[in-house]
């Protein structure tokens, strides 16, 4: 049976995992969105080619820095790494899951 603080690191990793796979999700479809309107200048005559790069680094710096808030061991607070799918913090061994 798992104490009561494990069950809390597991919720809480859970909600970590499910706000960083949003995160990719949103990240992945603006940058490619903004990659398709970059080609696609027929579809977009208002938006000059250096305000699309500007946004896409914009997405990129924003999801960056939101990875490096939320994608925290939910024990020891540190950068777990870019394995989204891990079992144990590779920093304190606590187990995630
Ligand atoms: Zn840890």
Redesign the pocket.
Known sequence: MQKNSDKHVAREFLLRQGRQLLAIAIAVFLVLLMAVLYKRHDLTGTFSDSALVTAQLVVITAFIGFTAFNWR??????YLGPNISSRV?R????RLR
Do not use: Q, V
């Not at 061991?73 to 540190?78: G, L």
């Not at 920093?91 to 606590?94: A, D, G, M």
């Open positions: 061991c939910p024990k020891c607070k540190k913090c920093h304190c061994r606590t």
